[in-house]
């Protein structure tokens, strides 16, 4: 079976090539995907129609082989299949997207245009392209699937919040604990900024859990882990008393403080330090938390 899969590999390429050719041949073109597509988004001039009917002709490909039920297809554990299912979720393709795209775009090709067609010209720039990129994912696919495993994506995933979490934080000001001081003295020259942080923060996530809750589990979990109490005593109204008064002292709170360490003084350093400390003192008094 898998000596099928391997000779329908050669042919494939074969077909490839045939079509590397061609086009070359009849207009001088070479066969580079990310070219032809990126090309007819965004260049203007003569050049479209056949960009486009190249593109169209890429689609009808596989197509037509779904559309004639033909088995002709090689995917993976399903030969009879002609398109095979993503390798990864939501979160991690729209990272791998924006990567390919940058990356081909500012290395000037793909596995097409470096791989097929330069390789094909001996050209010792698309060589030098194509090591580099099956060497940098081949290292990807082994630290994603044998070192990280299922952690991989999870990882992924929790990098990209943080990512857009520091953003939000940076951009918005609350790495600036002169800003958070000046909503909290009432009594003084007051700014409103925080206000509206948390109002666009609020907004957005109100709409955004109920637009993620319509699903029945997260992409990478098989539950969605919600606190569950709701009772008022004196360990969460008394530890609300005692953050406010380490908010108003400091102007940080522990998003703020961990987003600021690029920027880390002796004073940033002292409050990381004894807010571990705070920590561990609170899990030492209520040993089951």
Not at 47 to 65: E, H, I, N, Q, T
Not at 206 to 225: A, C, D, H, K
Request: net charge positive; aromatic share 8%.
């Amino acid at each position: 079976m898998e000596t099928m899969g391997w000779l329908q590999g050669a042919l494939g390429g074969v077909l490839i090539g045939l079509s590397a050719t061609l086009l070359m041949g009849l207009l001088g073109r070479i066969a580079g995907i990310s070219g032809i597509l990126s090309g007819l988004i965004f260049e203007r001039g003569g050049d479209r129609p056949w960009r486009l009917a190249f593109l169209l002709g890429l689609v009808s490909g596989p197509g037509l082989l779904m559309l004639s039920g033909v088995d002709w297809g090689n995917v993976a554990g399903d030969s009879g299949a002609t398109i095979g299912a993503p390798a990864s979720g939501l979160t991690a393709m729209l990272v791998a997207g924006l990567l390919v795209g940058l990356g081909t775009g500012l290395g000037s090709g793909c596995t097409s245009g470096h791989g097929v067609c330069g390789l094909a010209r001996l050209s010792p720039w698309s060589m030098a392209a194509t090591l580099v990129f099956v060497l940098v994912a081949m290292l990807t696919v082994f630290v994603a699937r044998h070192l990280l495993g299922g952690l991989g994506m999870k990882a992924l995933a929790g990098y990209l919040a943080g990512l857009l979490f520091g953003l939000g934080l940076a951009i918005s000001g609350m790495t600036d604990p002169a800003r958070v001081i000046g909503f909290l003295d009432v009594a003084g020259d007051w700014d409103p900024t925080l206000v509206f942080v948390l109002g666009g923060a609020v907004v957005t996530t109100f709409i955004g859990y109920r637009l993620v809750w319509r699903r029945q589990t997260p992409l990478f979990e098989s539950r969605f882990q919600l606190p569950t109490r709701r009772d008022l005593d004196t360990r969460l109204l008394g530890g609300a008393a005692l953050f406010g008064i380490g908010w108003g002292l400091s102007g940080y709170c522990p998003g703020p403080a961990v987003a600021s360490l690029p920027g880390l003084s002796w004073p940033l350093a002292a409050f990381v330090v004894t807010l571990i400390a705070g920590w561990w003192l609170s899990r030492r008094t209520n040993p089951g938390h």
